[in-house]
């Protein structure tokens, strides 16, 4: 795990878009602990997918004093992403992706795109997000990557932080609850077996 400067990225400031304010990242654990789940696109099918399944640890998250928070690296999308109801968090926007920078979530360029998207880790989680219902488009940044970071309450400790290598990758469910200290009454989604690199769905 990299080491994280929880000083210099708590500074950032991120977007809430539902009063187009913004506040410092380090507000978000300043009285509790919080999972932060950074995604690629709000368009993207395989981040929809798995906001749907870190949500399922929402209710267990608030029961145990953790919040539970998404960050999108655009408005773009955002709408069409909250009215498919596919995260059960708060949402905030990182609009010039200082969070992202700091927190070393990679940009692919043109070249690196395409054999990352058709990557078998991506089709595996495309095809169950298909099964599922959830639809994606090719709409915004396709080239950045994302990733995750818990933080105790009050910052004292990065809890876990996970980079993307492949736009497939993402921690499970088991990981999250582990890292908190925490047990969970939820059973996650069959995980795909494979390997591989971004999608563009």
């Known amino acids: 795990m ?21 506040i410092e990242f380090r507000t978000l654990w300043q009285d509790q602990a919080v999972v932060v789940f950074f995604l690629r696109r709000f368009g993207c ?10 949500s399922k640890l929402e209710a ?31 949402i905030y926007v990182d609009e010039d992706k200082s969070c992202y920078k700091d927190l070393g979530f990679k940009r692919y360029n043109a070249v690196s795109v395409l054999p990352a998207a058709l990557g078998k880790k991506v089709r595996d989680i495309a095809s169950k997000a298909s099964a599922a219902g959830i639809e ?3 709409s915004g940044d396709l080239l950045q990557s994302g990733g995750m970071i818990i933080v105790s309450k009050g ?10 290598d492949s736009p497939g990758d993402f921690v499970p469910l088991e990981d999250i609850t582990k890292a908190l200290g925490i047990s969970a009454t939820v059973e996650a989604g069959q995980k795909p077996v494979c390997n591989d690199d971004v999608c563009t769905r």
């Open 2 to 22: 990299a080491k994280v400067n929880l000083d210099k990225v708590g500074q950032n400031l991120i977007k809430d878009p539902e009063t187009n304010s913004k």
């Open 45 to 54: 099918q395989v981040c929809r997918w798995m906001a749907s399944e870190i």
């Open 60 to 90: 267990d998250l608030r029961a145990n004093g953790v919040s539970l928070v998404g960050i999108g690296p655009e408005m773009f999308g955002l709408k069409e992403f909250k009215e498919g109801g596919f995260f059960k968090g708060s």
């Open 136 to 138: 994606g488009n090719l």
């Open 155 to 164: 910052g004292e400790k990065v809890l876990l932080h996970f980079i993307q």
